[in-house]
């Protein structure tokens, strides 16, 4: 998490990092601990930055903390989407 935080801030980003693994994704009680400890940051939206992630998992982050979550794969795909013209 130090490594994801530090990337962030370097950025510009004062970042509010939860662990969750893609591995953990299929795990009810992981991602409601993920979303617990995003909730606990108060920020506006989420970024999920591996390329792990589904969007089920999104969605899901999602609704339980209430902000608009990115997932980096899914935003790749519509910026290559766009750049294709499609």
């Not at 992630?53 to 899901?60: G, H, L």
């Amino acid at each position: 998490m130090p490594q994801t935080i530090a990337r962030w801030r370097a950025s510009g980003f004062d970042a509010h990092v939860a662990p969750l693994s893609p591995y953990e994704e299929h795990d009810p009680a992981a991602v409601r601990r993920a979303a617990d400890a995003l909730r606990a940051g108060t920020r506006a939206w989420w970024s999920w930055t591996c390329i792990g992630f589904r969007r089920k998992t999104r969605d899901e982050i999602a609704a339980l903390t209430g902000a608009p979550t990115l997932v980096a794969n899914l935003l790749v795909a519509r910026v290559a989407a766009e750049l294709l013209g499609r």
